[in-house]
């Protein structure tokens, strides 16, 4: 950056010592000491001058005013934490030259200004006009890129890059905001940026894809907010065809976007500026928090989220074929669970068979009986009431209507309107309905609402009537199978009974005898006394009398609680049913094991809670609970790339290698799976749950009669 320095002053400071040097070389040996004194000037000279030579080639600032610029070789502007920075910069696998703003690398990259105009050489410079536009100009001083804000009388103006990312260009006399990066973006989106839409302009705030990872040039897919009275958002193709959408914002997530359920898409609001414009906006409520949502080529969203600057997130949001606008057509509903995925709505059938028997469901279906107002008009006779279907976890379809009705009356009202054809109702947003072609429906597996689809009564009563016949026709068949097997089985039963009455008397004495030493030996490791142990109040009060709210789970052992210490510290209860014999066994094995373990990736045991019949372990709280919850959930199994995969593989044979090998003792889980492996809030893997553990102290071969593990 060229920060103005006068040259002038180092040149005549040059000179001056050039001339002084050559004085005093030339004079005779007496003059030393004079010498010596204007050595002494000039270095202090030095020490005047090069501090703000320095400071002037290397320090960073925020701003860029109208007598600076910044070339391809110097400094970059950097936001007062040094967090992001604009200068110039090369995709991967590209010689050309754009400048940006990134945060923390040129790899994240959150804007960029000549996208579609590359710079092919290293001549560039980005300065501010005489009219007061930020513009980037070539080595022929053509201009490559301007701010383009339209001046009539020449202005100074000056640019700063905040501390959020947002390059600003104002006025300097006034104050006024003349343009900002914020409101012209390209395809990432950032804490507090704005996606925002003008109910009465139009105008609207578009994030447009890259071509590819090393062409930033506009690409085919775009995104924005649309259907401002339910605001949602939808990506384009090419700017005009709908690709997906997220379903209407109620005020905490996208109802039509399952994964911000599970929480790791928060920080999202929709906000309004007047009766005109509706914004959308995600912040952290933690300043160390930081993320980059962008549409990357292949229209799709990628969030990269960071923790005190380190990387701790990578989410794909992956677009699957019912994701994709509109695939089975119109009435068709799509579930990714079944084959063929598209099918009609009850009550409804595929406008053109041969296309559908193709899986091509675009045609979408027709309804088979008229509505009541459609019959009335036809001159039908038949004044039956319409009714409604109702359709569970559901995607609502697009162009959704607002009515400021209760839930009791939204049905009322949509069976009084001919043209209403079904109704929603969300807490969030209120009653919705439909009065156009019921569009891009789609069945999940959890989330969304229910949605109540119109039919004619006769509808139900052909509904009812087969039913009735299967119902009929099953009961024949059981009835036959029943009396044909009937025989059998009690004499299965009887026999069974009695062998089991002759072995339970044999065996009574032995059992008992077994089941006091078994007990009594799992209880010798266990000393209780080595750990911390808690009051039956405090862990009470911690889980909130262990409400049925703060269920975490519950296995062989009992149930599991989630608790809160006076501390503050967040804490998982494991509690010992009180009926579970075998689970007294396993609580003192669980103490006598883990008590004697301590490894980052095996789940920490904070105490015990051993007061009158009740038994408890306290252990450390994992917030994403256990591996099961994402690798057989469709939807949060995304959130595991292989990155994360891989961490999790290396971190279970790290606690597996520590318990087999590194440990003082010998332990083997015998109950290892998915549900057992516990994630922190970094999805570090943690193994829980040593009930069936045992230790083996230096046997290489043991043998035992009780079946254990899954």
């Known amino acids: 950056m060229n920060h103005g320095i006068d040259i002038n002053l180092v040149n005549c400071t040059v000179a001056w010592f050039k001339k002084t040097s050559s004085h005093y070389i030339h004079s005779s040996a007496d003059t030393v000491t004079v010498l010596s004194t204007n050595i002494m000037g000039f270095l202090n000279a030095l020490l005047i001058v090069f501090p703000i030579i320095f400071l002037g080639l290397t320090s960073a600032t925020d701003t860029l005013t109208s007598s600076q610029s910044i070339r391809d070789s110097e400094t970059v502007v950097t936001s007062n934490d040094s967090v992001f920075k604009l200068g110039f910069f090369s995709p991967q696998n590209s010689t050309h030259r754009y400048v940006g703003i990134w945060y923390l690398s040129d790899s994240n990259v959150i804007w960029i200004a000549n996208r579609n105009k590359p710079l092919l050489d290293s001549s560039g410079v980005l300065k501010i006009s005489k009219d007061g536009n930020l513009v980037l100009v070539d080595g022929k001083n053509h201009v490559i890129w301007s701010s383009n804000v339209s001046n009539t009388a020449t202005i100074t103006s000056t640019a700063q890059l905040s501390r959020s990312g947002n390059l600003v260009l104002k006025d300097d006399s006034t104050g006024q905001t003349l343009w900002e990066s914020f409101k012209h973006p390209c395809d990432s989106a950032v804490p507090t940026m704005r996606i925002s839409a003008n109910r009465i302009t139009g105008e609207k705030i578009r994030f447009v894809s890259r071509k590819s990872a090393s062409d930033p040039s506009t690409g085919y897919f775009s995104a924005s907010l649309e259907r401002l009275d339910a605001p949602e958002v939808f990506l384009w193709i090419n700017g005009t065809r709908p690709y997906w959408r997220t379903g209407p914002w109620n005020g905490r997530i996208f109802i039509g976007t399952p994964l911000m359920s599970t929480g790791y898409l928060y920080g999202w609001n929709v906000g309004y500026e007047g009766n005109e414009t509706v914004y959308l906006t995600y912040s952290f409520a933690d300043p160390s928090s930081f993320g980059i949502l962008t549409l990357i080529p292949q229209g799709k969203l990628k969030l990269v989220r960071y923790y005190n600057r380190k990387h701790t997130l990578t989410l794909d949001l992956g677009i699957s074929d019912c994701d994709v606008y509109g695939t089975c057509g119109a009435f068709g509903s799509c579930n990714g669970q079944n084959s063929p995925i598209c099918s009609c709505l009850s009550g409804y059938e595929p406008r053109n068979q041969e296309e559908w028997s193709r899986q091509n469901w675009t045609s979408g279906c027709v309804r088979k009986v008229p509505l009541k107002c459609e019959r009335f008009k036809n001159g039908s006779e038949d004044e039956q009431e ?82 009735h016949t299967n119902k009929t026709r099953g009961k024949r068949l059981i009835i036959g199978i029943t009396v044909a097997t009937a025989g059998t089985i009690i004499f299965a039963i009887c026999a069974y009974l009695a062998i089991r009455r002759f072995n339970s008397w044999k065996g009574t004495a032995k059992d008992s005898e077994n089941q006091s030493q078994r007990v009594t030996e799992v209880q010798k490791p266990a000393k209780l006394d080595e750990l911390p142990l808690f009051d039956f109040e405090v862990v009470a009060n911690a889980t909130d009398n262990f409400h049925l709210a703060n269920t975490l789970g519950k296995g062989g052992f009992g149930p599991v609680y989630k608790g ?147």
């Open 386 to 467: 319409d009714q409604f279907l109702k359709l569970e976890t559901m995607k609502v379809p697009d162009f959704a209507e607002r009515l400021d009705v209760e839930e009791g009356q939204c049905g009322t009202q949509c069976l009084q309107n001919c043209s209403c054809l079904a109704y929603a109702y969300d807490a969030g947003i209120g009653c919705l309905y439909w009065t156009r072609d019921l569009i891009d429906l789609q069945k999940f597996q959890t989330a969304g609402v229910d949605l109540y689809i119109r039919l004619a009564r006769s509808e139900f009563q052909s509904s009812n009537a087969q039913e």
């Open 564 to 710: 809160l210490l006076p501390d503050g510290q967040e804490i998982a209860v494991k509690r010992l049913a009180k009926a579970s014999g075998q689970g007294l066994e396993e609580f003192m094995n669980e103490v006598g094991v883990i008590s004697k373990l301590q490894h980052r990736n095996l789940v920490k045991l904070l105490g015990c809670c051993v007061e009158g019949d009740e038994k408890m372990l306290i252990y450390e709280f994992m917030p994403n609970k256990s591996l099961d919850a994402f690798i057989f959930d469709p939807l949060r199994q995304k959130l595991l790339d292989w990155t994360k995969r891989f961490n999790i593989i290396e971190g279970v044979a790290r606690g597996l290698l520590y318990l087999h090998r590194d440990s003082r003792l010998k332990i083997i889980h015998r109950d290892l799976k998915a549900s057992n492996i516990l994630l922190d809030a970094e999805m570090n893997p943690k193994i829980s749950d040593f009930g069936l553990a045992r230790i083996y102290k230096g046997e290489d071969e043991v043998n035992t009669k009780r079946v254990v593990g899954t």
